[in-house]
Every structure is written in C-alpha cells, then in structure tokens.
C-alpha cells in the first residue's frame, strides 16, 4: 500500500514506520525534521511539513494522490509557545481526515489516548476526543487507536518515570493506587499494520493496553529493579499537594510532569485487553518479561540518575553569573574591585567602567541563561568568558593560583559544567 504517515519521528510514529517498512508497505513520511529519521529505504518518502501550519484541508489534497491509507501519530503531551492541542491533535489531523475521504483513501488510522472518551476533562484528551469524533463521522474505513502509556526504549515518558523511580523516596499522590496498563511499543506498530490489511474491516474504536493493569506505585518499583535499586521507601501525598508539586514542571523543564496529567493519571489508564488480544490474534507483550526483568543499560541508569541535575545545572549557572553581576556592584567594595583591576593594567576612568560594565554582562549572561536565549551559543560563549579571564588573572594574579581556598581553580568545574549542559542541550535542540 501507499502510505501517509505523519509524526515520523515521533517515538510512536518512528516504530510505525519501521514496521510498515519492513512489511514492504511504501510510505511518504511527514514530519519538521526528515534528517532525523535515519532510515535509508527505497521504499521511502520523506516529506518536511509542520503539521502545526497544515491546518487547511488544502494543505493536505496535493500530497493524497495515489496515497491509499493514512497513519496519524503526531501528539504532544504539552503545549508551548508554538504548538497547540487545538493545532496538533484537532485542526490539522481532521483537515487531513477530510482531505483524505475527498481523496477516496482507502483507510485512516488515528493513534489517540486511552481517556479520550466522554468523560475526557484535559486539554489533551479533549483535543483527541474532537478528532476522532471527526473522524468516526466520515465515510471511510476508520480505526481509532487509544493506546495506555506506551513504553519501550526511547520513549519520552520511559526518561521521567525512570528518574522518578531513581529517586530514594517515591512520592505517591493517593498511595499510587492509580491503574495503568502499559503496552509495548512493539505491539502498537503491530497493531497498525493489522488495521491495513486488506481483510481487515475498519470503524473501529480499540483501546491499546497490556495484558493486566498495574498501580503507579509498582511501576515504579518495577522500573526502578531495571535500574538495579532495591525498592524504594514511598510516601503517599494528598492530590491537591501533588497538583502543587506538578506546577514546579515548568521550572525544571519536563513538560510531561503538569498538573494536566496528574489529572490524567489520577484517572487510572486501564482498559479490558481481550478486544486487543482478538485483534491482534495474540496476547500483548508481557510487561515483566518485555520490560520489568530486562536490566537497563548503563546510558539508561546514568541518565535516571541525573535526569533532575540537568535544570538545577542550568539554574546554578544563572545563578553564579547573576550573583557576580550583583555582589560586584552592590556588596563587594568597589576600592577593593579597582585594587584587582589595577595589575591587570586597567587604572584611572578604565576602571569603574570596566567594573561597572563587566558587572552588567554578568547580570545578561545570568538573565539569558534564565530564558534560555540560543542557549548553545550562550553556554559556548561563557566557555570562552570564564576560561580566557580565569586564563588572564591566573598570569597577572598568580597568587589566587595558589590561593589555599583555590577561588580560581573552582572554575575549572565550572566549565565542565557549561560543556556538559551544553552537550545535553544540544541533544534537545
């Protein structure tokens, strides 16, 4: 079959496309970024579109000729300042779904979420909820696909749960009793390509789960014996606490941890497995034996244990630039400031204005750093500040090189961390 399929390079929509590609399928890939796809296959197609912009059914009839299915798993679990709920998971996926029933496609799979229903509350599941209601009212072969928490490696959420189940204390919102039901990458990309097949009949809505369900609480212990933890000591707190603590997910950088799905999770996640199973003509992957009793990988544990130090790094380099800028011109006596200056040939009005100019690029780096201003270059460029200054003052002021408090060698862990934030920002961007 000739395939669309969007969100390529998504963690659900990469399995996808490695399935229907091995199934010898031909697929044109949509997403922002085709170099990111690292597939090199001649049966494929990749296409650079924003789906954020591809709200228009226009934007979708030129490139259905000759397609005969459609494959959306674009989503997002947050919003930003340039994607929508509304944009992502409701405008652009039913203009595509229109385009395509005008395009006499044979069949449109829709990956949504397991909450999308009528009791949907969130942002998230209602934007699911009005696209697949979009859909189901079309007349084409249509398959809405509701899938749990969906894990395997590389998954976004697998990071933050990881972390989560790294920490010493767990810290449950109503004892954790909530019920999930994870399912296997594996077994969705499965399940996709079960709906192409020619002898199998679409309208139907199937909820993607494992199994059995499982309590937050031990999906955390369990991910955190992958790690090679004992269990961990938990504490429940009271769901109005927890919604507090999610709104410090903003400030730490993790757009999965918001008071939003809390919500959702608080909810439970969990569904009957038999129509699946049906489908599928097999039981889902096992969660022990696929996940649970596989140990994690030296990368996985490293980054569990330091997936928290990332922000606080960012925060601490904002922090030291700020306070130098601040304690040099408020708090540090400025005599004692130009007696500094004074051997690294700086004297008379060059002083103040070195001082006093010095002190405000201190306070911008800080302030840049805070909102994150082309933060690669920003954390390159304080690299070579405080190496060429530490480099200058070590020649001129050889006394602070052999000062016993070491207040000039303490800037070598300094720059490692400006080179190790960076190199993990760099992986984000």
Same mark, same amino acid.
């Not at 979420?113 to 949907?120: E, H, K």
């Not at 990332?310 to 630039?321: D, E």
């Not at 000039?408 to 934030?421: G, I, Q, S, T």
């Given at each position: 079959?000739?395939?669309?399929?969007?969100?390529?390079?998504?963690?659900?929509?990469?399995?996808?496309?490695?399935?229907?590609?091995? #199934?010898?399928?031909?697929?044109?890939?949509?997403?922002?970024?085709?170099?990111?796809?690292?597939?090199?296959?001649?049966?494929?197609?990749?296409?650079?579109?924003?789906?954020?912009?591809?709200?228009?059914?226009?934007?979708?009839?030129?490139?259905?000729?000759?397609?005969?299915?459609?494959?959306?798993?674009?989503?997002?679990?947050?919003?930003?300042?340039?994607?929508?709920?509304?944009?992502?998971?409701?405008?652009?996926?039913?203009?595509?779904? %229109?385009?395509?029933?005008?395009?006499?496609?044979?069949?449109?799979? #829709?990956?949504?979420?397991?909450?999308?229903?009528?009791?949907? %509350?969130?942002?998230?599941?209602?934007?699911?909820?009005?696209?697949?209601?979009?859909? #189901?009212?079309?007349?084409?072969?249509?398959?809405?696909?509701?899938?749990?928490?969906?894990?395997?490696?590389?998954?976004?959420?697998?990071?933050?749960?990881?972390?989560?189940?790294?920490?010493?204390?767990?810290?449950?919102?109503?004892?954790?009793?909530?019920?999930?039901?994870?399912?296997?990458?594996?077994?969705?990309?499965?399940?996709?390509?079960?709906?192409?097949?020619?002898?199998?009949?679409?309208?139907?809505?199937?909820?993607?789960?494992?199994?059995?369900?499982?309590?937050?609480?031990?999906?955390? #212990?369990?991910?955190?014996?992958?790690?090679?933890?004992? =269990?961990?000591?938990?504490?429940?707190?009271?769901?109005?606490?927890? =919604?507090?603590?999610?709104?410090?997910?903003?400030?730490?950088? %993790?757009?999965?941890?918001?008071?939003?799905?809390?919500?959702?999770?608080?909810?439970?996640?969990?569904?009957?497995?038999?129509?699946?199973?049906?489908?599928?003509?097999?039981?889902?992957?096992?969660?022990?034996?696929?996940?649970?009793?596989?140990?994690?990988?030296?990368?996985?544990?490293?980054?569990?244990?330091?997936?928290?130090?990332?922000?606080?790094?960012?925060?601490?380099?904002?922090?030291?630039?700020?306070?130098?800028?601040?304690?040099?011109?408020?708090?540090?006596?400025?005599?004692?400031?130009?007696?500094?200056?004074?051997?690294?040939?700086?004297?008379?009005?060059?002083?103040?204005?070195?001082?006093?100019?010095?002190?405000?690029?201190?306070?911008?780096?800080?302030?840049?750093?805070?909102?994150?201003?082309?933060?690669?270059?920003?954390?390159?460029?304080?690299?070579?500040?405080?190496?060429?200054?530490?480099?200058?003052?070590?020649?001129?002021?050889?006394?602070?090189?052999?000062?016993?408090?070491?207040?000039?060698?303490?800037?070598?862990?300094?720059?490692?961390?400006?080179?190790?934030?960076?190199?993990? %920002?760099?992986?984000?961007?």
């Amino acid at each position: 079959m000739n395939i669309l399929l969007t969100g390529a390079t998504g963690f659900i929509g990469n399995a996808v496309l490695r399935e229907l590609l091995r #199934q010898g399928h031909q697929v044109t890939a949509c997403c922002r970024h085709p170099e990111r796809l690292l597939i090199d296959h001649p049966n494929l197609t990749p296409l650079k579109l924003d789906f954020a912009k591809a709200g228009a059914i226009d934007s979708w009839l030129p490139l259905l000729q000759n397609i005969d299915a459609i494959v959306n798993c674009v989503g997002i679990i947050a919003e930003n300042n340039n994607r929508s709920f509304a944009q992502l998971q409701t405008q652009a996926p039913v203009a595509l779904f %229109e385009a395509g029933a005008q395009a006499g496609v044979k069949k449109i799979v #829709q990956l949504s979420a397991l909450g999308a229903d009528a009791d949907a %509350e969130s942002a998230y599941h209602l934007s699911k909820k009005a696209a697949d209601v979009a859909l #189901q009212e079309l007349v084409v072969d249509w398959f809405v696909l509701q899938p749990s928490l969906v894990y395997g490696h590389g998954g976004q959420s697998s990071g933050l749960f990881h972390a989560f189940a790294a920490l010493p204390v767990h810290l449950l919102p109503d004892g954790g009793y909530q019920l999930l039901q994870p399912i296997h990458i594996d077994d969705v990309a499965a399940t996709v390509c079960r709906c192409l097949e020619p002898a199998v009949s679409g309208r139907k809505t199937l909820a993607l789960v494992g199994p059995s369900p499982i309590t937050y609480a031990d999906w955390l #212990q369990g991910l955190r014996r992958r790690l090679g933890k004992p =269990m961990a000591k938990t504490c429940s707190i009271p769901y109005h606490y927890a =919604m507090t603590m999610a709104g410090l997910g903003k400030w730490l950088d %993790e757009p999965i941890l918001s008071k939003d799905n809390v919500a959702m999770l608080n909810r439970g996640n969990s569904a009957d497995s038999g129509p699946l199973t049906q489908f599928l003509g097999r039981a889902p992957v096992n969660l022990n034996e696929q996940w649970f009793e596989q140990a994690a990988s030296q990368a996985e544990r490293w980054h569990a244990g330091l997936y928290f130090f990332k922000p606080l790094l960012l925060y601490t380099i904002a922090f030291v630039w700020l306070w130098s800028g601040i304690t040099s011109l408020f708090f540090y006596p400025h005599q004692l400031s130009y007696q500094l200056l004074a051997p690294l040939g700086v004297n008379g009005l060059g002083a103040p204005i070195a001082l006093y100019g010095l002190a405000a690029m201190d306070i911008a780096m800080g302030l840049a750093t805070l909102v994150r201003f082309r933060i690669n270059k920003l954390l390159l460029w304080q690299f070579w500040i405080v190496l060429g200054y530490s480099l200058v003052v070590a020649l001129r002021l050889p006394e602070f090189v052999f000062h016993p408090f070491g207040p000039l060698l303490k800037n070598l862990p300094f720059l490692m961390c400006l080179l190790m934030v960076r190199a993990i %920002e760099g992986e984000q961007s």
